[in-house]
């Protein structure tokens, strides 16, 4: 990295460099059970669904080059679950370990809770032991463990659900209820 890295919301710009960070960890890794990368075109399509619906899409840049992404969703389509988001992190295969995906994930925590999340959930695919003491690392709980319930490269694979609560989280009801 030339300069300190810088965290800002996606554009459509971006998305050539995500979809080929994305491609790496389909092909690569097991923190996505997905087999096939998600398009370009998909991958603009992701980032402009997230900014009509108000739910963050972040990318930490060193100038022009992306080092990893991140964004929320909410956890379920089902009104009720308006106010619970998942979180998705990935990392360019250069910058994994140097500190990129807390950057994003403690700004991912801060810009789903001020889109009005109460509640973020990870849904670790793999059971990806970096990404599990990545979350711990940020307050996330361990609340389940799906077995078996992937399969990639010849393997079963868990998926380990971890979660934290943003702002009042439960404690209180919101303004507005979902749906």
């Known amino acids: 990295m030339t300069n300190p ?17 994305y491609a790496h960890h389909v092909h690569n890794g097991t923190a996505s059970f997905d087999t096939e990368p998600r398009s370009i075109e998909a991958t603009v399509a992701k980032i402009a669904e997230c900014a009509k619906r108000g739910w963050p899409f972040l990318i930490c840049a060193d100038g022009q080059v992306i080092l990893g992404y991140a964004y929320a969703t909410q956890f379920r389509d089902r009104p009720a679950y308006g106010l619970a988001c998942e979180d998705s992190i990935y990392v360019h295969p250069d910058n994994v370990g140097k500190g990129v995906g807390k950057l994003l994930l403690v700004a991912l925590v801060d810009a789903a809770e001020a889109a009005g999340f109460r509640q973020m959930l990870a849904v670790i695919g793999g059971g990806e032991p970096a990404s599990v003491a990545l979350h711990a690392s940020l307050g996330f709980e361990h609340v389940g463990r799906m077995r078996s319930v992937g399969r990639k490269f010849g393997r079963w694979l868990d998926s380990v659900y971890m979660q934290r609560a943003l702002g009042a989280g439960g404690s209180q009801p919101p303004e507005k209820e979902p749906g």
Request: net charge negative; charged share 30%.
């Open 5 to 21: 890295p810088i965290i800002r919301n996606a554009r459509s710009e971006d998305s050539t460099q995500i979809a080929e960070i």
